[in-house]
Each structure stands twice: as C-alpha cells, then as structure tokens.
C-alpha cells in the first residue's frame, strides 16, 4: 500500500489517501512518529499499528479536553471515553497516560473537592465523604483530608442550618428538634457536631402553639363538644409535641 497524497484540515488532523484503499484521518502525532512522510509504502501490519496509535491519541485527546473544564476522577473519564465507544484496551492506556502526566491525580481531586465542598455549601463531611466514595477513590485518602478540616467549620456549617430552619418553623420545640437532628443526619452531619448547639438551643414555641392550637381548637369544634372535644384536642397537641402545661393552660383559658 502507498500513501499518495495529503490534505490538512481542522486542529492537528490530516486527510491521508492510500492507493486503492481510500482515505484515513490521522494526527500529524501519527504521521511523525511512522515517519509517514518519508516512507509512503505501508505494509498491512504497520497500517494496524498506525490506526491503534491514532485510536490512542484520539482516546488521550479527548480525554484532555474532558479534563480541561474542571478536575476529573479516574472514574469519571474512563466512563467518559466508554461513552465515546473507546475500546477499553485504549480506555485503560489513556488513563495510564493522564495519571503518568499528572493530569488525574486521586490526592489532589480529593484535596480540592473537599475544599470546595466547605466553602461552597453547606454539605457535612459524611455526605462529603459519602459522594468521594461513589467515585471509587480511597476511604484513607478521603478521610486524611476531612480531618484536616477544623470541627468548628463543620460546627458553623450546622448553626446556618440550624437557624434557617429555625425562622421558618412552624412546630413544637420538641417536632423542630426531631426534624433539624433528621435533616442535619442526611446532611452528612455527626451527633457530636450538633449537639451542643440544640442543648443550647433558645426556642420559645408559645406562638406557634397558639397558632396551631386555635385552628385544630376551630376545627375540632365543628364536630365535637364538652369532654369529647377536649380529649380530642388534647390528643392533637399531645401529637404535635407540646408540653402538658402548654395544652392544660389553653383548655382552662378557652
């Protein structure tokens, strides 16, 4: 077989014609490094060899430009590249290649993830920890990092929470207490991280126990009276967390 002609297009790629086989797109990586430009009488073997490393280069290149919008896990790119139907021979050299280069590095991603994570968001270190894991990257490498971070980042982190919940909560202290300490599990949060601050916590419940107490009242009066409707009221606000002192003043009151 014989190359007999060249055609440059777009980027770093040439249009290449062999003699009775038609045209191929090659890197000019490819060209160079099987001297194509010198030697134009190509064996089928080294034809081969020229498309595999065209493959490879491909694979790397647009691993690259995966990797150029923002950090990526060795995870992350090799489902990339299946995407893109790489073979995983090719899969497999390209990660090879990135690693080698520095371009995927599992200390560095995870050093910076979890930065951003703490400035970003308002995310704990079990979530945190949680969504590394997903990406297949070392447990100790992760956890090294997350204790690097201060315990009062994380304690901060919480009180936001905590307090923003707080002005939109509309239920007893003791239903508020149950919800935050559930929604702040999911968020990756520890007991220890948040315990202190819901000791502490200063929340007086009396409005919203008048408010909610004189609906369900309202309501409740529609179908009973007498005894059956404060036991039924009772049996309410009993459900809704507040305390006996609370409901026994606003049945002597009513």
């Given at each position: 077989m014989q190359i007999v002609g060249y055609k440059k297009l777009k980027g770093n790629k040439y249009q290449v014609t062999i003699k009775n086989k038609g045209e191929i797109t090659l890197y000019d990586d490819v060209i160079l490094k099987f001297n194509l430009l010198?030697?134009?009488?190509?064996?089928?073997?080294?034809?081969?060899?020229?498309?595999?490393?065209?493959?490879?280069?491909?694979?790397?290149?647009?691993?690259l430009k995966y990797i150029a919008i923002k950090m990526r896990t060795k995870k992350e790119t090799q489902e990339y590249l299946k995407k893109n139907n790489v073979s995983a021979n090719i899969i497999a050299k390209t990660i090879a290649r990135l690693e080698k280069q520095g371009y995927?590095?599992?200390e560095k991603y995870v050093h910076y993830y979890i930065l951003d994570q703490v400035n970003l968001t308002l995310?704990?270190?079990?979530?945190?920890?949680?969504?590394?894991?997903?990406?297949?990257?070392?447990?100790?490498?992760i956890t090294k990092e997350l204790n690097n971070i201060d315990s009062k980042i994380w304690q901060e982190?919480?009180?936001k929470?905590?307090?923003?919940?707080?002005?939109?909560?509309?239920?007893?202290?003791?239903i508020f207490l149950n919800k935050i300490k559930l929604y702040l599990f999911k968020e990756g949060f520890t007991k220890p991280l948040y315990e202190e601050l819901l000791t502490n916590l200063d929340l007086n419940d009396n409005d919203n126990f008048l408010k909610n107490a004189n609906k369900i009242y309202l309501k409740l009066q529609k179908k009973y009276e007498g005894e059956e409707l404060i036991y039924y009221l009772k049996n309410k606000l009993y459900a809704k967390g507040y305390t006996v002192n609370q409901i026994n003043d606003f049945i002597n009151n009513i």
């Open positions: 010198i030697d134009k009488n190509i064996s089928p073997e080294k034809l081969r060899a020229i498309m595999e490393y065209n493959d490879e280069l491909s694979s790397y290149y647009k691993a995927i590095n599992e995310n704990g270190p079990a979530k945190i920890k949680q969504a590394l894991l997903k990406q297949n990257l070392k447990e100790e490498v982190k919480c009180q929470i905590i307090t923003k919940k707080l002005k939109a909560n509309k239920d007893s202290k003791t």
